[in-house]
């Protein structure tokens, strides 16, 4: 009986095993098939670029030949600049000789009017200088004869306030003896009516 019992369990290990086999070499199946897919996509992408890389190669020849064609042409005109150039450039240079000598003339002829300016200016300077000086000395003579005045002025008034004062202090004499005079009278003649002149 013993024998049996480890066939049985042959049999199932042998069983386990093929499905443990199979498992795997469907993963790989389909893992192959993603792998298949993946390159083909590939393909397709490198395939995509391989035209844009042959119709961006005629694109570029085409270019190329057009740029040898101007390159040529270019050659063919570079005698013709070269000339032009050196003929502009000797005009240019004509010009600039003839605007160097306009602009020596222009600073000389600025340089003596500078100097006649500084002429008029150290001119203008001393006549501004002397006129000064002469204003000084009239408004000096003329601060000397107002003080002469001043004091000629100061006499006459102090003499003629004298005059006045005493015109004054006489008339001021004459109108008291007339005032008492007139008190006294009055005062008279208030006795003769028998009133006292004080309660008044």
Avoid at 85 to 106: C, H, K, V
Avoid at 188 to 197: Q, S, T, Y
Wanted: glycine fraction near 4%; include cysteine; proline fraction near 2%.
């Amino acid at each position: 009986m013993a024998p049996t019992k480890k066939k049985k369990k042959g049999t199932r290990e042998k069983a386990g095993k093929q499905k443990k086999t199979t498992l795997p070499d469907e993963e790989k199946y389909q893992k192959t098939v993603l792998e298949v897919d993946t390159l083909k996509q590939h393909l397709v992408l490198r395939r995509d670029v391989a035209r844009q890389a042959m119709a961006d190669s005629e694109g570029l020849k085409q270019k190329l030949a057009d740029l040898e064609k101007a390159l040529e042409a270019a050659q063919g005109d570079k005698k013709d600049i070269y000339e032009e150039m050196i003929r502009q450039y000797q005009q240019l240079q004509r010009q600039t000789d003839t605007r160097i000598q306009r602009l020596e003339a222009e600073k000389e002829n600025l340089q003596e009017q500078l100097a006649a300016c500084r002429e008029d200016v150290r001119q203008s300077q001393a006549d501004k200088a002397q006129m000064l000086e002469e204003k000084e000395t009239a408004i000096a003579e003329m601060q000397c004869k107002i003080d002469d005045m001043e004091t000629e002025y100061e006499k006459i008034l102090h003499g003629s306030l004298d005059c006045v004062l005493a015109k004054l202090q006489s008339a001021k004499l004459s109108w008291e003896k007339e005032a008492t005079s007139i008190h006294l009278e009055y005062k008279d003649r208030l006795k003769e009516f028998g009133l006292n002149p004080l309660e008044i």
